[in-house]
């Protein structure tokens, strides 16, 4: 069995920053030795790809909506992946799923519940 489990999630205001953390064991881990992924899901909203990175963390990929705010890296010696999250927007609000797969980095961003392996989420609040 594999496990995704992230963390760091909390409510914030407008203008400050997050880092969230996914951490990976066991098949979920070889896994992530492939691909990782961000996503998130508002409420009433479908979920949406935020970011992605491929095993030596030289490629990544972004969602227009955070470009230039986010930014996505990875530990591979403690089998972790960072999100971290600057100049946070109301809009932003949302809980943070990441997921880790066999795949290319930049299939990642077409990824589905039921493909790879999915944490339980963490919620992110801003409030403006």
């Known amino acids: 069995q594999g496990q995704v489990a992230e963390s760091g999630g909390g409510s914030v205001q407008a203008g400050d920053s997050l880092r969230l953390s996914c951490a990976t064991s066991?098949?979920?881990?070889?896994?992530?030795?492939?691909?990782v992924g961000w996503y998130r899901q508002a409420p009433g909203k479908e979920r949406e790809f935020v970011s992605s990175?491929?095993?030596?963390?030289?490629?990544?990929h972004y969602a227009d909506s955070v470009k230039d705010r986010f930014t996505v890296s990875r530990d591979n010696a403690k089998d972790v992946v960072y999100l971290q999250m600057n100049n946070l927007k109301p809009e932003d609000t949302a809980v943070y799923y990441c997921?880790?797969?066999?795949?290319?980095?930049?299939?990642?961003?077409?990824?589905?519940?039921?493909?790879?392996?999915w944490g339980q989420g963490t919620q992110v609040t801003v409030s403006s």
């Open positions: 066991g098949r979920a881990a070889a896994s992530a030795a492939a691909a």
């Open positions: 990175i491929n095993w030596s963390g030289e490629i990544s």
């Open positions: 997921a880790a797969a066999n795949s290319f980095v930049r299939d990642m961003q077409s990824l589905k519940p039921g493909n790879g392996f």
